[in-house]
């Protein structure tokens, strides 16, 4: 059942999150949580000084790292060109994604409500700026387009996940068409973005995040899991003009997102 406009049927449950190689022993798991606490800490201390782009790169990196996990990153994911700036479209697997895209290009994020309330990552996701969008409300969907509009219009940069709900794996969904509208308007160009996770190079779905899922018991599965890590491809970006409609944009971003991966180069985060 469904909430709202924003809401698909999840494809996908909380049983499809597994590890592909034996689980981390207590000791190192609790050390990781120890680890991500104190990355946390630091991160919300720097307040409001959080959404500086440099700063936020920096913690992004440093969360990953503290849960032990490896980023390989295609950066810049802004199109290089100067007026409106980038809707960058991703797939949707885990709370991961957002701190990996951050990682490799801080852009500003659009996520769902529910977030914000999340323990650690809710007041992380505040101070960084992120846009909430309320997924029960029918109504308020021209807003959040035109509010979208306006944020590329101004020149900033907009993440966006349009499959509006998490799969385990990066080739399933569909693509909402509502924020490609935004970017029609503001004559943005659309970045697609493949995010994927293994475990020592195997794939892996144990950072999906699914159905009735908890935020904390997800955080305990990527907290145990050995060898994760998380890649972030690059695609072409999709120039404004290019397309008649949304529709057409939205089906060519999801053929290069949830398609055969893209050429860009990538580089090994540290």
Known sequence: MTDGPW????????????????????????????????????????GGRLADPARLRAHARALLGALGVRLDGAGPLRAPATGPGTLVVANHISWLDIPALLAVDPVAVLAKREVGGWPLIGGLARRAGTHFIDRTSPRGLPQVVAGLTEILAS?????VFPQATTWCTADAGVFRRATFQAALDAGAPVRPVTLTYTQDTHP???????????????LRRVLAARGLAVRVTAHPPLPPGRCRDRRELAALA???VLGAAGNAPTYRGG
């Not at 597994?18 to 207590?26: E, I, M, S, Y």
């Not at 892996?204 to 904390?216: E, H, K, M, Q, R």
């Open 7 to 46: 809401d698909v049927i999840p494809g996908c449950d909380r049983d499809c999150a597994r590890h592909a190689r034996p689980p981390a022993p207590a000791y190192a798991t609790a050390l990781r949580g120890a680890a991500f606490a104190a990355a946390v800490r630091r991160a919300l201390a720097d």
């Open 155 to 159: 020149g900033r940069s907009v993440a």
């Open 204 to 218: 892996s779905t144990v950072a999906a995040f699914c159905g009735p899922d908890t935020f904390l018991a997800s």
């Open 254 to 256: 999801r053929d290069a």
